[in-house]
């Protein structure tokens, strides 16, 4: 099912990379210079920082790594290593200046084609189906995102635009509020044969049984979201995990981030624009603790990541796990709103063509959405093809996000694909979906 000849997979992998590299350019070619090296956000790098950081892993991990040249320019390593520099104190750093960072970016990029066209794309788990430049061109498109965020944190008029999403499909007014998996056996996780570039936190493959649940069809919606705010559910510690109300006590929190209330209307702030909350929208901006009480509000919990990959992969009739919900195909625009597309969810109900097998709608695509696990290795899981990818961020304090959100690129958004964040973390582009035990 998926592509072998050597000619397509290198096909495939400057696709990518042109992919990225143009989507970099639309983030940062859209803002001056003063833009590009402000701080935004506290909680964000400067754009400038990506832009460098970008052409820096590329360099490490093609040009060194799988190249083995010598080091463009070695006294800036420690300044886009992102464990020894924490985001809020990055602008005081003698970071390259813009100009620098795309002269840096394209000469990295130059080599690494040239390199692309001359490898052997076997032999080594690296080059083998060109995954190291699978891993760089997602790699890039998460940068991507991250500055995307920047760009919804940031002051002033909008700097960006697209055409809206599509509208709900016909039937979506009638659909069911949720849809019921069979408890039982299914492939969770996959493997370097089935899916070349999945990361190491997607491998292996393994068996895994979950009793029967119903999930909700469709995200959490605005308009659901805003009666438990409506409800009084922000001043109602019943709904909370401990570590959540103390949050929202400590800050003040009332509503999702970018939510205010103004005029007797909700309000929230969109890439430079306010306007009202759209109801029919899967609501986005919350923590994982605000997805937990409302949950526990609607007399539901989240789904675990389990139950989440069945509902998104399963199909019931050939017992096998799919690729994607609607199948083993990559997406295309009528299955899900993917690679910053348009700049904001579609409405509940969109995206037919995109449902899985049961019936399970905008699982791919839209909003990250929260689940109850947290970030945990799979059994046999293997560090590759560096330990600060995914393995430094296993245990207790990340939760697991599935599904992939507006923002997503195709090349990293799969039905395997697993992101995560700390619990408290609201600038993410991510929502949720309810679920509740069969039995
Ligand atoms: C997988 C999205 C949590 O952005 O922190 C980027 C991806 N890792 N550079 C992140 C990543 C190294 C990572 N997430
Ligand atoms: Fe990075």
């Known amino acids: 099912t998926v592509t072998t000849s050597p000619e397509a997979l290198r096909q495939r992998a400057y696709d990518a990379l042109a992919a990225a590299r143009a989507r970099t350019a639309l983030l940062t070619d859209c803002v001056d210079d003063g833009e590009l090296t402000a701080q935004h956000s506290p909680l964000m790098s400067p754009l400038v920082w990506d832009l460098a950081h970008i052409p820096n892993q590329e360099e490490q991990w093609l040009l060194r790594a799988v190249g083995g040249r010598a080091a463009l320019w070695p006294e800036i390593d420690p300044l886009y290593d992102a464990f020894q520099h924490p985001r809020a104190t990055r602008p005081s750093l003698p970071l390259l200046s813009p100009r620098e960072a795309r002269a840096y970016a394209?000469?990295?990029?130059?080599?690494?084609?040239?390199?692309l066209?001359?490898?052997?794309?076997?032999?080594?788990?690296?080059?083998?189906?060109?995954?190291?430049?699978?891993?760089?061109?997602?790699?890039?498109?998460?940068?991507?995102?991250?500055?995307?965020?920047?760009?919804?944190?940031?002051?002033?008029?909008?700097?960006?635009?697209?055409p809206e999403p599509p509208r709900p499909a016909d039937?979506?007014?009638?659909?069911?509020?949720?849809?019921?998996?069979?408890?039982?056996?299914?492939?969770?996780?996959?493997?370097?044969?089935?899916?070349?570039?999945a990361l190491d936190n997607e491998r292996p493959g393994h068996v895994r049984s979950v009793p029967?649940?119903?999930?909700?069809?469709?995200?959490?919606?605005?308009?659901?979201?805003?009666?438990?705010?409506?409800?009084?559910?922000?001043?109602d510690p019943r709904w909370w995990a401990p570590e959540g109300w103390a949050q929202i006590r400590r800050h003040g929190i009332g509503a999702p981030l970018f939510w205010r209330y103004e005029g007797g209307q909700w309000l929230r702030r969109r890439f430079g624009v306010v306007e009202p909350v759209p109801d029919d929208e899967p609501v986005l901006h919350v923590s994982w603790y605000e997805a937990d009480a409302y949950a526990r509000w609607a007399g539901r919990r989240l789904p675990t990541e389990a139950e989440w990959e069945k509902a998104a992969r399963y199909d019931p009739v050939s017992g096998r796990s799919r690729r994607y919900p609607w199948g083993d195909a990559e997406p295309t625009p009528d299955h899900a709103n993917l690679g910053q597309r348009h700049l904001r969810p579609a409405p509940a109900g969109a995206y037919p063509a995109g449902a899985s097998p049961l019936g399970v709608r905008q699982l791919i695509g839209d909003v990250w959405e929260w689940t109850a696990s947290d970030f945990l290795p799979y059994p046999g899981f293997v560090a590759f093809p560096y330990r600060e990818y995914s393995e430094v961020f296993f245990g207790p304090g990340h939760k697991v996000l599935r599904g992939g959100s507006f923002a997503v690129a195709p090349v990293a958004c799969r039905g395997t694909f697993r992101n995560w964040d700390l619990p408290v973390r609201r600038q993410i582009f991510a929502g949720f979906r309810t679920a509740r035990d069969a039995g």
Not at 106 to 115: F, G, I, K, P, Y
Not at 177 to 194: K, L
């Open 106 to 115: 394209a000469e990295v990029r130059d080599r690494v084609l040239d390199l």
């Open 117 to 162: 066209g001359a490898a052997r794309l076997e032999g080594d788990p690296l080059v083998d189906a060109a995954f190291a430049f699978g891993m760089v061109a997602q790699h890039e498109q998460q940068h991507d995102e991250t500055m995307l965020i920047t760009h919804q944190l940031r002051r002033g008029p909008a700097a960006l635009s697209a």
């Open 171 to 197: 039937d979506a007014a009638g659909l069911p509020a949720e849809v019921r998996v069979p408890g039982g056996p299914f492939t969770m996780g996959t493997s370097h044969d089935e899916e070349p570039w």
């Open 212 to 235: 029967a649940f119903f999930i909700d069809t469709v995200p959490v919606t605005c308009g659901a979201y805003r009666r438990f705010v409506d409800d009084g559910g922000y001043r």
